[in-house]
C-alpha cells in the first residue's frame, strides 16, 4: 500500500474532498471523494467558522467511510481576491566552479529564496517556486544546473502568499478543532496546472480556465 493522500478544495459553494493512494510520482489510485455544501465561505472568507467545521467534519466523515482511511493530514487548495504571486530573484557564487554546480550550491540559493521576507501585516507566504536557473548571467531557462561550469548561479522564483486571516482560520479549524495535520496550503492556480497541463502545454504556452460556483479564474501558463 502507498502513501494515502488527502486533499481539500474549500469553495463558496461546495467542499470538495477527495483522498488517494500514491502510486508514483505521477499516478494516484483515487479511494474516495467527497461533497459537501457550504453556506459559511463567501468571497473567499470564513463568515461563520463554528458551520464551516461542522460541514467539513461532516465531508471528512463520510470520505472516511467510502476510502476506510482516517484523515490525518491534509493538502488544502485555496484561491481568491486574497491570494497573490510575488516575482523574487536570488543569486550564489558557485563554491567549486571547477568541478561545477553542485547540490550545495543549489541547496544555498534555494535557503536564500526561502527567506526572503515577503510577509506582510495582512499577508502569509504559501510556497516558493523556483522557475529558471541562470549561469554567468548568459545561460537562461536552465531547469536543473547540476554539473553545469560557471562562476555565478542565479534563479528566478515566484513566491505564493495568501491572506493571513484566511489562514489563521484554516489552521484553527483543522489543527487546533478537528486535530488534523495542514501539510500545505496550495493556491488554486497552482493545483490546477499541476493536475492538467502536460510538459509540452508549459512549454508551448497554454490558457487554463477554473470555472468556479462564484469566480472563474484564468491563467496564462508559459515556461
Do not use: C, W
Request: proline residues 2%; charged residues 30%; glycine residues 6%.
Amino acid at each position: 500500500m502507498g502513501k494515502v493522500i488527502t486533499a481539500i478544495d474549500l469553495g463558496e459553494k461546495y467542499i470538495k474532498i477527495a483522498q488517494g493512494e500514491k502510486i508514483d510520482r505521477n499516478k494516484i489510485n483515487i479511494l474516495g471523494v467527497s461533497l459537501v455544501e457550504t453556506s459559511n465561505i463567501k468571497k473567499h472568507v470564513v463568515i461563520d467558522l463554528e458551520g464551516l467545521t461542522y460541514e467539513l467534519e461532516e465531508g471528512i466523515r463520510n470520505l472516511e467511510q467510502l476510502s476506510g482511511f482516517d484523515v490525518e493530514s491534509v493538502y488544502i487548495s485555496i484561491s481568491g481576491e486574497g491570494t497573490e504571486i510575488v516575482n523574487a530573484e536570488g543569486y550564489t557564487v558557485i563554491k567549486d566552479p571547477e568541478n561545477g554546480i553542485s547540490q550545495i550550491d543549489i541547496d544555498s540559493i534555494e535557503s536564500q529564496l526561502e527567506n526572503i521576507n515577503t510577509n506582510s501585516i495582512n499577508k502569509e507566504k504559501l510556497d516558493t517556486i523556483i522557475v529558471e536557473y541562470i549561469i554567468d548571467d548568459t545561460k537562461k531557462n536552465i531547469k536543473n544546473p547540476i554539473n553545469m561550469p560557471g562562476m555565478k548561479l542565479e534563479a528566478k522564483a515566484i513566491i505564493m502568499r495568501s491572506d493571513k486571516n484566511l489562514i489563521k482560520n484554516y489552521r484553527k479549524i483543522f489543527e487546533d478543532i478537528l486535530g488534523i495535520k495542514i501539510n500545505k496550503f496550495i493556491l488554486a492556480s497552482r493545483a490546477a496546472e499541476e493536475a492538467v497541463l502536460t510538459p509540452e502545454d508549459r512549454e508551448l504556452g497554454v490558457m487554463l480556465l477554473d470555472i468556479g460556483y462564484a469566480y472563474s479564474n484564468i491563467y496564462i501558463i508559459k515556461e
